[in-house]
């Protein structure tokens, strides 16, 4: 909204007189019915008004074309500085609507899905809303760019780009414990007399979830296990190594390891319950069992656990008795 005269001087009227013409390939600029209308301008203050077309079902059908608006102001006497420049958008038909849009959780973060289209109905870009309670309270004053249309939005909202063709993507950047609201459009480029023009399908069904740190870090890999007896034969202990836990983008890091022994009887092949060894988690993934027996057969166990208390799935190894 202007608040200045084109002589860069205030404007005296608390309001002006909006008239918004759109313009098609074959029609000039005819003014929009119900958009005419005269709109507060408070003195000295930018206002920003927004206003819906409704288009006609010839508008809405066909191959893309190209459709622009101006806004024309006028004062209380009528008088008029023209019309302003063009504002440059989309006509015809839009892209499929996306459906069946999902969301689950994993342990690197929140699982989007939804049906496939084929490539030529364009790419979908999803719609993160931050729907916490204290959200209106935290908004800052930047805003979240909308991905290549230069609108900008509360800075709650976060815009994802996914591959389209394999109906499915991860969003890495959602944090624990937030409620969000999912939405997912399909999005088409047009060329059009010199612009290039974004144009979307409808939003889809909107999908609310909360990502909660309930997930395992992955089970440890390559565990070995030997034991071995001291020279003179006093002393027999079992030594385990394995493979870390890449824990690279995962909710919660991985705190340490726990190692689990179970006695296993040699002539029943029979087993009793297995025992946790360490009273907290190792930190390094290796581990002196200098508590076992000479002649025994035990199936070593190795989880992982993340800070949050999680536990992985565990890495096996059984240790025969050393031949005599």
Avoid at 256 to 270: A, C, F, K, M, T
């Amino acid at each position: 909204m202007p608040w200045q005269s084109t002589d860069k001087l205030p404007l005296p009227h608390t309001s002006v007189h909006g008239v918004l013409c759109r313009e098609t390939e074959h029609q000039g600029c005819v003014a929009v019915a119900g958009l005419t209308r005269s709109i507060l301008s408070p003195l000295g203050e930018h206002n920003l008004v927004t206003l819906h077309d409704t288009l006609t079902p010839e508008l809405c059908s066909g191959p893309p074309r190209l459709l622009s608006y101006r806004i024309e102001f006028f004062s209380d006497t009528g008088r008029s500085a023209g019309k302003s420049e063009a504002a440059y958008t989309v006509a015809g038909s839009t892209p499929l609507r996306v459906t069946d849009l999902h969301a689950e959780g994993s342990r690197l973060g929140v699982v989007l899905s939804w049906t496939p289209a084929p490539a030529e109905e364009g790419e979908v870009l999803l719609r993160r809303e931050d729907i916490a309670p204290s959200s209106s309270i935290a908004k800052k004053t930047t805003a979240a760019a909308m991905p290549k249309t230069g609108k900008h939005e509360d800075s709650n909202i976060v815009w994802l780009e996914a591959n389209a063709s394999e109906g499915r993507t991860l969003d890495t950047t959602a944090k624990p414990s937030v409620p969000y609201r999912y939405t997912a459009v399909r999005q088409r480029i047009a060329q059009l007399g010199g612009h290039k023009l974004p144009y979307r399908s409808i939003d889809s069904a909107p999908v609310a979830f909360t990502l909660h740190q309930i997930y395992p870090p992955p089970a440890p890999s390559g565990l070995t296990a030997t034991g071995f007896a001291s020279a003179n034969g006093g002393s027999f202990a079992v030594d385990l190594v394995w493979q870390p836990v890449d824990d690279a983008g995962l909710l919660a890091g991985v705190a340490g390891y726990n190692i689990y022994r179970q006695p296993l009887d040699v002539e029943s092949h029979s087993s009793r319950q297995a025992s946790r060894l360490n009273p907290a988690p190792v930190p390094l993934p290796s581990f002196h069992d200098a508590t076992a027996q000479p002649g025994r057969r035990y199936a070593y166990s190795v989880t992982a656990v993340d800070n949050v208390g999680n536990e992985s799935a565990a890495a096996i190894f059984v240790v025969e008795p050393p031949a005599r």
